[in-house]
């Protein structure tokens, strides 16, 4: 008996002249005249009472079941025809989003019938709007209370090209609603409602598809093209598919991803270095000047992904390379050149890394990155210093090192010290630098003491991060300075404070 009191009551009907209307609006009693919008009896208006609900009841004394359901439906329909204004859904195809906005009609017409080629469908309300060309469009607007449209309906809908829309308000049913939220519904909200058929967006979002199908058939024929060119680059080292691939990369180095910040590497990168592996890269790649050209585009480009080599696959391959005593060929020193490069790259992207809090610190290591990959002085002259330690000569025309240390003191005078410490450090081949019977190591330490001033460049800077243990006796100042930036660093994170030892074997471990 309670839940039937708390239930909620009729409180629009329909008025003598078939006008929804709300019952404070109308006399008491059976005097109001009006009839239940479902079953057409009549009514008496309950709006004199001080304690329950005002409401609309039968005046047989019997309730209808589907009266508020189908008051709700056509009060919908009222306000509709009376304001002559809803709110559009967005429009989401396959394709496209549109984002709609209100829209005003110049008239409406309630259950308009509309033949088909086998019968008739009824529209709850159809609107009609002319645009500036005066040309006449229509939109069929459904009511969901209880039932939405059905599968027969919605395929004639589609047959007939009419543009369509669906307000849901079946939530309302349960609540004491008003005209004004009715209203408001209609006119303001995009949640409850979607489209049945828009046959404009509908053609647009298959055009747009067959835009999108036809991109989408020649990115998949120019990634099977560029397939066949790295394959055949890799097979044959041809020049001009190398030129190919150096200047696809330098235009489009990184694509963005639609709807997002994000962007992503160009295709060819994935091709020549599949899941980051530069060793892949190194291993299968043609050992001429092309191959070396396109590897330092790839680490211009694409340097920060060094940071997922396989280090100990890395050093692995470079201690393969030292331990072999023969002169190396032409495409072996290429082989060496890559796999020190990308030692050094590897490990100036890690320590910029570990700095990423300090601006000063990865500006540093930014420009010594920068300087690496892009100026090739530079690069040979960390090659020719890390030669020392891999026993085999790169960077230079030098054919033994008694020639490269002449070389160095006579033209990379500013390398000269670094140059004596590495081979002071690898101190097993005192005999290798001679020339006949000329012992260069000892001019080049009459040179390096008669020009005491020590050099502090880019190269002296890589060098010392990338063989720290060759500096021992030099590098107390730059370990200073680094404890210095680290005490900031664990400032700021607590768990990455470490005492002089503790940094003495981190900064070792990078080795």
């Known amino acids: 008996m309670n839940d039937k009191q708390n239930e909620p009551k009729l409180t629009y009907a329909l008025d003598e002249l078939g006008k929804m209307v709300y019952v404070d609006d109308v006399d008491n009693g059976i005097e109001c005249n009006c009839m239940c919008p479902e079953c057409k009896g009549k009514l008496v208006a309950k709006n004199k009472g001080k304690i329950k609900e005002h409401h609309f009841a039968h005046s047989s004394g019997i309730d209808c079941p589907g009266a508020r359901m189908t008051a709700l439906h056509m009060l919908a329909q009222q306000i509709i025809e009376e304001d002559k204004q809803v709110m559009l859904p967005d429009y989401q195809g396959k394709y496209i989003h549109k984002s709609t906005g209100s829209i005003s009609f110049d008239w409406i017409r309630l259950e308009e019938v509309i033949p088909i080629h086998d019968g008739q469908i009824r529209a709850d309300c159809v609107g009609y709007k002319r645009d500036k060309n005066n040309i006449e469009h229509r939109l069929l607007i459904e009511i969901l209370v209880t039932h939405e449209v059905d599968d027969n309906k919605r395929c004639h809908i589609h047959y007939l090209n009419e543009s369509c ?171 060496l050149e890559e796999l020190i490069s990308l030692r050094v790259m590897s490990i100036l992207v890690k320590q910029r890394k570990h700095y990423h809090d300090i601006p000063s610190a990865v500006n540093e290591y930014n420009n ?129 404070k470490k005492n002089m030892k503790d940094w003495d074997d981190w900064y070792d471990s990078l080795q």
């Open 165 to 335: 829309i669906e307000i849901d308000l079946s939530d309302l049913i349960e609540s004491g609603y008003t005209r004004e939220d009715v209203a408001k519904r209609l006119k303001e909200d995009k949640k409850d409602r979607k489209w049945i058929n828009c046959p404009v967006c509908d053609k647009r979002d298959h055009i747009v598809g067959l835009e999108e199908e036809k991109k989408k058939k020649e990115l998949e024929a120019n990634k099977r093209e560029q397939k066949d060119k790295i394959s055949k680059w890799f097979q044959d080292g041809d020049h001009d598919i190398a030129n190919y691939l150096i200047n696809d990369i330098k235009r489009y180095p990184f694509f963005n991803i639609p709807n997002s910040n994000f962007k992503v590497p160009n295709p060819l990168f994935e091709y020549l270095v599949p899941e980051n592996n530069y060793i892949y890269y190194i291993e299968n790649s043609p050992k001429n000047d092309d191959g070396l050209n396109l590897y330092y585009i790839l680490l211009r480009f694409y340097y920060t992904e060094t940071i997922y080599v396989n280090y100990n696959q890395l050093k692995y391959k470079l201690r393969k390379v030292q331990s072999n005593q023969s002169e190396l060929t032409s495409q072996e020193k290429i082989h």
């Open 368 to 496: 010594l990155i920068m300087a690496y990959y892009s100026d090739s002085d530079i690069r040979n002259e960390v090659l020719m210093v890390s030669s020392v330690i891999y026993h085999h000569i790169v960077g230079s025309n030098a054919q033994n090192f008694g020639e490269l240390t002449r070389e160095i003191i006579h033209h990379h005078p500013s390398i000269a010290r670094s140059y004596l410490t590495i081979i002071d450090s690898q101190s097993k081949y005192p005999n290798n630098y001679t020339i006949g019977s000329y012992n260069t190591l000892q001019e080049l330490r009459d040179f390096v003491e008669r020009n005491a001033k020590a050099e502090d460049g880019i190269v002296d800077k890589i060098l010392k991060e990338c063989f720290s243990y060759s500096y021992r006796s030099d590098i107390d100042n730059d370990i200073i300075e680094k404890i210095d930036i680290m005490s900031y660093y664990a400032s700021r994170n607590q768990s990455c």
